[in-house]
């Protein structure tokens, strides 16, 4: 890792570590911010998929002749009309078609598309294509999908494990044996939705030399276009990514799916601009979601609380297909085995298929879920030791330079002052003694790992950065990183401003397109600010020294004498002697010096051996972020409802680049946090439907429902990261639900293991204890 | 000059000099290509523009309350909601307002402007603009306004003579007094408009930020950012400027005009994106034309054909503004200074205001009025001299390693082997020898001299380009040039392929937006092909190198053992050991090397001690351009239509890159000269008001016009060029019309000169000789 490149800036502070209004703040406030779903092309048409309606069946008969001759339909495709090729995140473990062939797995399943003149034509011609099933025997229970007898739903597979992470690290049997207390529970997860507000949409047109240009919700332009190219069999070369502005990502568009192939399909067969903009039903039955998970776990610790070892026994609810779900189940096997420091530390988990809508990608995926069992978990032992979990948790804490369990170095960790600054904003101590005697109000806490910066789990974690020296003496950014609403544009910006010695405004940052901006593995794993951030301190490390050195004839000085402030090039000792950028810009275009431009680049760490690429044991990641949350709750016993009164969240986000854009981060996590601690869930009907495909049904907070947050920021300077920094877009939801789930036992009493904690199961909890009659 | 990067490259000839098909052929064939007057933005408005009627007067008072009360109204702006700032092409010469103030000058002058929610309601709008005017006396002809009691047209001069240009080389007197033969004449050339298919046409916006995009129908994205940073007072780095498809250029866009500034000041004041597109009759007067010159030539030769003196005293004339004319003047002097080996040349111009419709850039500027005048003495020398004017020509044709006589170096010349050439192909003597007896039959010649790559006269003739290696293994050209229609994208494209070793196919090159590619001083002066050219190959060379380093290690072998071919790398000796491009990339972005960009730069030849600005002598040209044309015509002494039987037209473009852009490019060229020789004029009432502002009545040659033309490339192997190749976008029709001239006085043996030579003027001129009663 390139610790020079994290150290030589140190900034004189003028722009990163400031409350900088968000470059994209205007547009958005104004309205006039254009998104995907606002753009229209000329003669552009209206793409709409079939999904089938049943969970699984062969396909006998596709009759698609009365929709063709529906006047105003353009194409009426089926799989017949496509390329089939299967795809999935792992390309090894393809298994879906962007159009069914012979089979669906799953209510949902796109069987056909049509592209016509409007909506209501689509629509109409949707209900015109008669599909023949032959309902096959079904299964959505995971743990009975895993039987030998189960119906099958892979055909081409032996059973319905798609996938079996195994690893035992130390001796468990041992840390048992040696603990004092020995404690075991069963927790469930549910289907969580990413209810974005804007709905998945892509547009695609092909020009008339065969070149397409898709315009896209994705988090990963050029890993989309990549995967365009092997679904729909078109040269790399001719296809071209664009992302507008976005209203949010969380995952459901980190990668491509089946919207993507089958628009561009839909513009091949009509030789039109198609876009396909999914309804909300169609966005709960068409896009992924965070996998259902059950974790029997296992925790052993000796009486002065120290933590001996843990086991996992886990049930993973693929769906129907494997999307994500293969890399879900190595990160829960990676974060169960990280967090504190367990010697001995056993998992076992299996990713099972099931004849429901699949997982995919989900802000903290495969975290989120196990968290929410170990941090339970850890308040049961902390309970039983009648030790404060507060405690309990600093004791057994991760901290700098340890290696985790599962081999990861930790080059940074706030994970203690994280513990003790939300401890001390909650006043634990006081608020506990208040609330120990089951008086319905009382505080949690729970803390995560996480990576800061993805990982080289997939073999890459690339972004690339180049930056212009303009005429007008201001920098031109191209970046291939997606800023899908969570301000990533703000803090590259930031950065290039620091590094440059200029404000924020003398940065044009160019967004995603493939065809001009860097190459980028894109947005997840909480990777834009670390990755991406270090590729855009390079490329300004490279500009810079390109303009010092053309400055060094212009002021007569040695470069050792100059610094870039102030959108000037001073002589140090003689800061009067100085020259401004636009007069560098304007004699690198004139006097036949190149042009300035400063080119970074960012793929790290490399792989060691040790790598194992089913647990992900010793993963390569190029940092670790760390979390503390403390909540206060109110549990209503007449009605169930959990009020919170407070929540804290801290964060060690390395060094905050943008203060405020952290913030925006962590309130919003908890907001998501929160729903999937109370209120989230996707629920399926016996005959596979979903039940509540809807914003009305499917209840996530809204601006009335969301509670009092403090964020407190820890900065841990990374060594790895630009100015320090790290990632935490996904560490702000991790911690949420347990923390929430141990409030509300030291409330009532009552520990809940089945998320989410809705008003019904407290109240029926309640009543099962005697209360409320 | 960087010589390496011409002689490098040998090519093997797979690409370039091959009759590729331009890159944009598909798209403008089936209709797709979006042209600048295609684009609709959401919101946006239409501007227009009140232009004066009255050719000369003071603005007394301006009335807008009634047009601003207009619903549909959203704005409406005069000279006082502007910041009145003068342009002009030379800053220090600015003489004109975007919006007039106090006074206008010409009938066109822009007076006010409006948007408004469509076009009706802007057109009546305009109407409701109560302008007072109190006129004053006017001025047409240039040979009046150079008295001194003429009316004054700008009150801060002393005079109406905008620049006066002198220079004398050798001794004109002697020369004069050693010749055997000295003819006297005086010329006039005409205005002649640009007729561009797509007029002239802007489309402004601002974000909410307060930066502009500008689309418009410009040959030069990065100066028009400059200019308009200027004219509008707008911070340089807050604009952007792009270029779309573009309906033709000729010169009319070669500069920031009056359209450009007026729509951002509309889009200033509404707030939303404004439109103005020009209609048919406002291109005549709101945009530039071609300067008319009256030129009085002297010249004198020995009885052997040795040509030994010339002089030039020009009138030209400006008409209300400078724009374009003072370059125009340096460039008519340049190159009536250089054509032929006269020893002893002098030239006298004066640039004269008027009361009309000013001049501007267009193609051949300042050298198609002098090469009219120049090229009909000599063919009436060589009458006086009963010497065969090929011959003459041949006596004294320019030649490689000639210095001019106003010291322009020739690298390069195949002006004998064009007037040899086109000579053969109308088998010149035998057809003369037809045409001999004055027969209604005729042939003429006319030869010329041009840059073959602009100049420095202005302090830059800069181009960048920047090749960036994409995943997929074909290349990202990003260049600053601008395609306008003459097929540059091809050409570059072609240079691009040839240098890296692939097909053309494999290059895509990303147009001009000035946020995205690298600046280059636009499109003019003939010279894409070899500014931008070069700066194609040298980050090609660029690139090439870069990719070459890398293969080294993934070939083991060294880089001098390496070639690029094929899209693969090869090691020569062995060449089944090979990585593709592909791989190259793969290796680049994800092994920690940076990603491959090359970037390439061009700004020359430096100007030296001996320039002078105004009469330009010593201009640094990076190479230069001949040419001879030969033309058949036939006279219809009943209708004195002029029939063009054959036209031959042989032209040195260094190495032709695409010969069928070559082609295209002469068959365009002769076809403007033909119009400029026979029918072009726009032609002034007495009061001002132009007679033809419509393509009616402005007659350029149709299809069914067209005679059969027959292109002759001559290939001199420019050492500057690229791959050897100069421009020739000009050169192609600045001998046109004196060669037709020359025809029509073989074929009746009268001698016009004065442009265009009309059937009117042709039956008076026969009328007057006694023919046709």
């Known amino acids: 890792m390139d610790n020079a490149v994290a150290t030589e800036f140190n900034g004189s502070g003028s722009v990163v570590g400031e409350r900088v209004a968000r470059v994209d703040a205007r547009e958005k406030v104004t309205g006039a911010a254009i998104y995907t779903t606002d753009m229209r092309l000329p003669g552009m048409l209206v793409g709409k998929i079939l999904r089938s309606p049943l969970p699984h069946a062969r396909i006998t008969n596709i009759d698609v002749t009365r929709a063709r001759r529906l006047p105003g339909v353009k194409a009426v495709i089926t799989a017949d009309d496509t390329p089939k090729i299967k795809f999935s995140v792992i390309p090894q473990l393809a298994d879906k078609l962007p159009l069914a062939a012979g089979k669906i797995r799953f209510v949902g399943d796109e069987v056909a598309a049509v592209a016509a003149i409007d909506e209501d034509t689509a629509e ?59 404690l075991e529970e069963r927790f469930t997860t549910q289907t969580q939705a990413h209810t974005c507000l804007e709905t998945q949409t892509t547009i695609a047109t092909f020009d008339s030399s065969g070149r397409l240009t898709l315009w896209s919700t994705t988090q990963v332009p050029h890993d989309m276009r ?124 299996r990713l099972v298929y099931t004849n429901k809508n699949y997982g995919g990608a989900m802000r903290g995926f495969g975290d989120v879920q196990v968290t929410f069992a170990h941090e339970s978990m850890v308040d049961k032992i902390a309970s039983e030791l009648r030790m404060d979990p507060k405690e309990l948790r600093l004791k057994n804490a991760n901290q ?78 191209a970046m291939g990183a997606s800023d899908i609403g969570q301000g990533s544009d703000t803090i590259l910006s930031q950065i290039a401003a620091e590094a440059l010695g200029v404000s924020i405004d003398q940065i044009r940052l160019v967004g995603t397109d493939t065809s001009i901006t860097p190459p980028c593995a894109g947005t997840y794993g909480s990777r834009v600010t670390l990755c991406a951030g270090n590729a855009v301190l390079r ?124 913030e925006g981060q962590i309130e919003g996590g908890v907001v998501q946090g929160i729903g999937l601690a109370l209120t989230e869930e996707v629920k399926l009907q016996p005959d596979g439907k979903i039940m509540n495909p809807n914003l009305t049904d499917y209840t996530i907070l809204t601006a009335m429902d969301i509670p009092p947050i403090s964020s407190i920021i820890v900065e841990s300077n990374e060594p790895n990261g630009p100015f320090g920094a790290k990632g935490i877009g996904e560490a702000v939801l991790i911690p949420t639900a347990p923390a929430v789930a141990n409030a509300i036992y030291d409330a009532i009493g009552i520990r809940f293991t089945e998320l989410p904690i809705t008003s019904e199961k407290i109240l029926k909890a309640l009543k099962e204890r005697g209360e409320n009659r």
């Open 226 to 349: 990549q995967r365009i190219s092997h679904a729909c069999n078109l040269s790399l070369k001719n296809i071209r990514v664009i992302k507008p502005y976005m209203g949010g990502g969380f995952g459901r568009s980190c990668k491509m799916e089946t919207v993507e192939p089958i628009t561009v399909f839909l513009a091949q067969a009509t030789g039109r601009p198609v876009k396909i903009s999914l309804s909300r039903q169609d966005e709960f039955y068409g896009t992924r979601c965070r996998h259902p998970f059950i974790i029997k776990v296992k925790m052993g610790a000796k009486k002065d609380g120290t933590l001996l070892a843990k086991e996992a026994y886990v049930v993973m609810d693929n769906g129907a297909y494997n999307s994500y779900g293969p890399a879900v189940l190595s990160y829960a096997c990676t974060w169960f085995c990280a967090l504190y420091r367990f010697p001995n530390v056993k998992f076992d988990g």
């Open 400 to 477: 700098t330079g340890d290696m985790t369990a599962n081999l990861m170095r930790i080059t940074s960790c706030g994970l203690k002052e994280c513990i003790e600054k939300s401890s001390e904003a909650i006043q634990w101590e006081k608020t506990r003694k208040e609330t120990s005697k089951h008086s319905s109000r009382g505080v949690g806490m729970a803390c995560m790992i996480y990576t800061g910066g993805a990982s080289m789990g997939s073999g890459v974690n690339y972004s690339g950065a180049s930056i212009t020296l303009d005429w007008s003496g201001a920098f031109t950014l």
């Open 539 to 662: 490329a300004a490390k490279d500009a810079r020294s390109k303009i010092l050195g053309l400055a060094s004839g212009m002021l007569d000085a040695d470069i050792s004498e100059l610094e870039l402030r102030d959108g000037k090039v001073l002589v140090k000792k003689s800061p009067s002697s100085s020259i401004d950028l636009a007069q560098v810009a304007a004699s690198s275009y004139l006097k036949k010096n190149a042009p300035i431009v400063g080119v970074g680049y960012f793929n790290e760490p490399p792989q060691t051996k040790d790598f194992d690429p089913i647990t992900w044991y010793a993963l390569p990641v190029p940092c670790l972020a760390f979390a503390a949350q403390v909540v206060e709750v109110e549990v209503d016993r007449e009605t169930g409802k959990v009020n919170i009164l407070r929540f804290i969240a801290a964060h060690d986000a390395g060094k905050a680049i943008n203060p405020m854009c952290c």
């Open 124 to 182: 109409e011609a949707l209900e015109f294509i008669k599909v023949d099933y032959e309902p096959l025997p079904t299964v959505f229970d995971p743990e009975k999908a895993i039987q030998p007898d189960a119906p099958r739903i892979h055909e081409h597979l032996e059973s319905n494990i798609a996938r079996h992470a195994f690893i035992e690290i130390g001796d468990v049997q041992k840390g048992f044996a040696e603990s004092d207390y020995i």
